[in-house]
């Protein structure tokens, strides 16, 4: 079989690019076609892949201005020329899922969501920073892309979901039901330890939409020790709001990040997001979590188990679920925590995800069979046709 992955773009270090390179560790050989490439912003496992960016790669001055070739994407992820693929895998937040097969082949997409800057454009907008003019332009530009977005939905034969939220958002945009697999975390890398310091930790990317925020001035009413782990735009701000008890550590190394998880009190996640990487790794160091009950965290978190949620995004919601970790209402216990977060390994998601495509693609060859041999019995027509 003969397979080719196809993801958004890869410019960045994200959690989607670190499932492309598990898919790449799963199949060496599939070579990977995308829009643009940063070939000096590769994670290390997909720097011996075989990445295909497409025309747009010749643009001027890409590195810096890609979000305004923003209406090129889509024709770039269309231009591939997939036709001697069997399976098209592709990894989408956004274009990949555009991505044209070939006449006889399947196309499995695994979504981390629905296109988010056409479909929940005003908190999108929020978060970036954009001038009088780029406000003008952008909703047509949006307009578009999104009637490009409804137009290729039926381009995938299967969505696969990161989180049971993304699958709603699938379901509700979309109107397809979806699998859900969640993606993979190196829980390996964390190990819980014996004794934790009085501390509790953030870490996450500085962006606004993150709600640090919010966690800044629930301490900053508390009193009680935080370290946040991260960089971006917010942090000046971050920074100017946050009292004395608040510290910002910066970016760290993989190393250390997994001694800060081991030794915190717990974790604070207070953002919404779609499935949530960083609150498997604290419960893999044996923390537990504070959570947002919202998105990818009401599939990881277990209330009492391996954290606690609270339900709004408001500070005195999350004061009130600190609180009630600080009165010692639940005894965490670090080893059924890292039990929860082994649910999510790396491997368990490999063996899912091979089960999911190997079948799809057994099912769909069979019904291949069945349409050729119809097709085959003298007076009848070809009625078999492959989507594209």
Not at 14 to 25: P, Y
Not at 49 to 74: C, E, T, V
Not at 214 to 219: H, N, Q, R, T
Request: glycine share 6%; proline share 5%; net charge positive.
């Amino acid at each position: 079989m003969n397979i080719a992955i196809v993801h958004d773009y890869l410019n960045q270090k994200g959690g989607a690019e670190r499932v492309v390179a598990v898919f790449h560790e799963m199949f060496p050989n599939a070579p990977i076609f995308t829009s643009i490439v940063d070939w000096e912003n590769l994670l290390p496992g997909l720097q011996s892949a075989d990445i295909r960016p497409s025309w747009m790669q010749n643009l001027p001055g890409l590195k810096r201005h890609f979000k305004k070739y923003l209406p090129f994407y889509p024709s770039a992820i269309e231009s591939h020329d997939l036709r001697e693929f069997d399976l098209v895998l592709s990894s989408s937040s956004s274009f990949a899922k555009g991505a044209i097969k070939g006449k006889d082949a399947l196309h499995v997409c695994y979504c981390y969501t629905p296109m988010r800057f056409t479909w929940d454009y005003e908190n999108y907008v929020r978060r970036e920073k954009l001038n009088r003019l780029a406000r003008g332009i952008l909703p047509f530009v949006v307009a578009g892309l999104r009637r490009w977005d409804l137009k290729t939905r039926f381009r995938p034969d299967h969505y696969v979901a990161i989180s049971n939220a993304v699958r709603d958002r699938i379901r509700r945009i979309y109107g397809f039901d979806a699998e859900v697999i969640f993606p993979p975390v190196e829980v390996h890398k964390y190990q819980p330890t014996r004794q934790w310091e009085n501390y509790y930790l953030i870490v996450s990317r500085l962006n606004s939409y993150k709600k640090i925020d919010l966690a800044v001035e629930a301490f900053n009413r508390l009193g009680l020790a935080l370290k946040i782990i991260g960089s971006g735009s917010y942090l000046h701000s971050l920074q100017g709001m946050a009292k004395s008890n608040i510290e910002f550590l910066g970016r760290l190394n993989d190393k250390d990040v997994a001694e800060y998880y081991a030794s915190c009190k717990a974790l604070i996640f207070p953002g919404e997001e779609d499935f949530g990487i960083v609150p498997v790794e604290a419960n893999a160091a044996g923390r537990p979590v504070i959570a947002l009950k919202k998105g990818g965290a009401v599939d990881t978190i277990i209330e009492g188990v391996n954290g606690l949620f609270f339900e709004e995004s408001k500070v005195e919601s999350l004061i009130a679920a600190i609180q009630t970790l600080e009165g010692g209402k639940y005894d965490f216990d670090p080893q059924v925590i890292r039990e929860q977060a082994l649910r999510f390994d790396k491997e368990i998601f490999k063996d899912r995800m091979k089960r999911f495509l190997f079948g799809k693609y057994s099912q769909f060859r069979e019904s291949c069979r069945a349409q050729w041999a119809v097709s085959a019995v003298p007076g009848k027509f070809n009625t078999f046709k492959s989507s594209v």
